[in-house]
């Protein structure tokens, strides 16, 4: 056996494993869903493909004219090069690799796999099995997406098995406290908003218990009941995700929620859920689960999908700003520092007061308002709370910038009427100097060019400049911008966010508002 051919094959080995760090970072941004995974990899440019199947031939050409000392160089660089890389970009990436159990065990996979290559290659006698393995090592190291794909195969049917054990132990949990309420949160947009508002201010009576941040996929829930409720929580209040039809039923059928509030059906994850009917579908599942409980489901009826669901019977008790809502927003004042608003539920009215920035708010604090009433929070509590909230970081959610400007930061809106009302919000500041960084919207299916050119046009009428992130997706909001008048030489596209707050330099000073609008997550940022 030839070192220099082992060397070679372990170097690839070692260029394969650092790959598969970016491959695993991508699965993770994609939900896990291989189908999602290589819909991303058809995206990428296929420069890098043929430089790999290029670098493939060179190193079998190597062995063939048996310039094997060549072949390691060759090899060796191409590992440093893929670990100095893969280093790089998760320095660099916007929502790094979280490195999770399930990654961890997926990782051993990928390790596991080249060192069968390698042992067999090292050891077996067998002349075809050995070429075989050594032929595999190679690919596998230069294709680092193969072996990451194969190591989620052969793990799936083991993480099944560990997802089960933890969701039978979330409902065992939850079984044990008898005298828990579980409030179910979900809409395309506004859910996580609403969560913490209804939070804080059923703080103001009970021992509440929230799911953190966006944990609002089943194992996040499971994670947060396993990790966070306590005997003496009194009130779960769960957030429920979703992007396929089902993803809300399997949350109920873990939780089993007592009430429900849907805080709107809206277009988004169109290019999973196909319809926007099968996106109402979904959120109501949460409706059904509540309904067969004999509990309360409240909506936001200002969106039109819920509303046309009410009309149609279902029991819905509805709150907005529409004279139908049983619990209605009135008198709405607005300002750059946040709204002042009644809340009218029946012959009751509550006079409130909040920092928090958006229409959209005032009717998330207006369905807050109405569970909270539900369940016997006194007036005064309710308004205390309310005058408290903070700003829910990356939504709306005002700070100091470079320089003495001002950022809106809202970076985690992605839908629509969110984006909408956020350019609008930054129209409300007079007298400053207004600017928008945004890569637009995703997962809109055949709707996100004109979603997209919708918020160039909105930019164009709110805005002094516009950067827009991303060359190619760029594209609709910096069309939609110039066929509104916007001047082309205040329209600037960038590569990236880095390159975008570049950009933005010259224009931070004391004065300036900027409004970074989703931060797209690394798997989107083409």
Known sequence: MNIFILLSAISLSLAGTAGAIKQMHMMQQNSYYLSRYFKWLAGENNFGFYARTALVVLVALLFVVKWYVLALIVSLLFAAFCLYKNIKEQKKAIKPLVFTQRIIRTYAAVIAIFMVLIIVFALCKAPVLRISALTLCFIFGIFCEIPTALAFVLMKPIEKVITKGFINDAKKILRSNRHLKIIGVTGSYGKTSVKFILARILSEKFNVLATPQSFNTPMGVVRTVREKLRPQTEIFVCEMGAKNVGDIKEICDIVNPTMGLITSVGEQHLETFKTLENVCSTKFELYDAVKKKGGKVFANINSAPIYERQGCGA???????????????????????????????GTEKIHLTTKLLGAHNVINITGAVLVAKELGVKNEDIAFAVSRLEQTQHRLELKPFKNGSVMIDDAYNSNPEGCLEAVNVLSRFEDSFKVIITPGLVELGEREYDVNYSLGAAAAKAADVIIAVGKKRSEPIVKGALDNGFKNENLFVAESFKNALEIFEPFAKSGTVVLVENDLPDNYLK
Do not use: H, K, L, P
């Open 315 to 345: 029991d819905i008790i509805g709150y907005g700003t529409v004279d139908t809502a049983f619990a209605r927003a009135e008198n709405v004042s607005y300002s750059a520092q946040g709204a002042e608003f009644d809340v009218v539920i």
